[in-house]
């Protein structure tokens, strides 16, 4: 287990929000293939958002290979997400753990989990760990692979700190569904309250 934490003026509203927001994979990080499987299911507290992407893994300006990855996101409420992913290329599963604490009005703590399944026989060769013992090998992924999470999150941060509240925000088609998103989130705030700014306010 690997864990990362990152500090940042934010809302847990606004860190959840990119399980369904796939638009912002592409533009902010540089994913390629991005694609929605199925439909944003919610069940009560819970909601599923499953995707496809790829992602091109590179040393020293030289792409080494390309993640061919599927991502299932289950988030329980607003501040704990678990996400399922699978690596085809290689052939390696990962468990994330996307925790997101308010430590004041303004600003949230975002603790990084993850844990990649022992790799034992690696589809394709991995570059640089091809002799390595499984369980090196494995520590070695991932702590790569919770580097990629943790500079990810700090490309958020500089979007995340300059969002503001707005109470009939203008979305669009290509959004997809995170006007769903934000209905799923309202049962998590007592009645006659809102957002306004990072923090929540309550209305007379």
């Given at each position: 287990?690997?864990?990362?934490?990152?500090?940042?003026?934010g809302?847990?509203?606004?860190?959840?929000?990119?399980?369904?927001?796939?638009?912002?994979?592409?533009?902010?990080?540089?994913?390629?293939?991005?694609?929605?499987?199925?439909?944003?299911?919610?069940?009560?507290?819970?909601?599923?958002?499953?995707?496809?992407?790829?992602?091109?893994?590179?040393?020293?300006?030289?792409?080494?290979?390309?993640?061919?990855?599927s991502?299932?996101?289950?988030?329980?409420?607003?501040?704990?997400?678990?996400v399922?992913?699978?690596?085809?290329?290689?052939?390696?599963?990962?468990?994330?753990?996307?925790?997101?604490?308010?430590?004041?009005?303004?600003?949230?703590?975002?603790?990084?989990?993850?844990?990649?399944?022992l790799?034992?026989?690696?589809?394709?060769?991995?570059?640089?760990?091809?002799?390595?013992?499984?369980?090196?090998r494995?520590?070695?992924?991932?702590?790569?692979?919770?580097?990629?999470?943790?500079?990810?999150?700090?490309?958020?941060?500089?979007?995340?700190?300059?969002?503001?509240?707005?109470?009939?925000?203008?979305?669009?088609?290509?959004?997809g569904?995170?006007?769903?998103?934000?209905?799923?989130c309202?049962?998590?705030?007592?009645?006659?309250?809102?957002?306004?700014?990072?923090?929540?306010?309550?209305?007379?």
């Amino acid at each position: 287990m690997e864990i990362r934490s990152v500090r940042f003026a934010g809302h847990p509203q606004e860190t959840t929000e990119n399980s369904v927001d796939l638009g912002h994979l592409r533009y902010v990080h540089g994913y390629d293939s991005v694609t929605g499987v199925g439909r944003v299911s919610v069940d009560g507290a819970c909601l599923r958002s499953c995707f496809d992407f790829k992602r091109a893994r590179t040393v020293a300006g030289i792409t080494c290979f390309t993640y061919d990855v599927s991502a299932v996101t289950h988030v329980h409420g607003l501040g704990f997400s678990f996400v399922e992913v699978r690596e085809r290329f290689i052939g390696m599963d990962t468990r994330l753990w996307v925790l997101a604490t308010p430590i004041d009005g303004e600003l949230v703590e975002l603790t990084l989990a993850s844990q990649v399944q022992l790799l034992l026989r690696p589809k394709r060769p991995i570059a640089g760990m091809r002799f390595l013992p499984p369980r090196l090998r494995t520590r070695v992924m991932n702590r790569i692979v919770i580097a990629a999470q943790k500079h990810d999150v700090l490309q958020d941060t500089a979007i995340w700190g300059r969002k503001r509240y707005r109470p009939d925000p203008a979305l669009c088609r290509s959004d997809g569904p995170i006007g769903k998103f934000r209905r799923y989130c309202e049962q998590f705030y007592p009645d006659g309250s809102r957002i306004s700014g990072h923090g929540v306010e309550f209305q007379q």
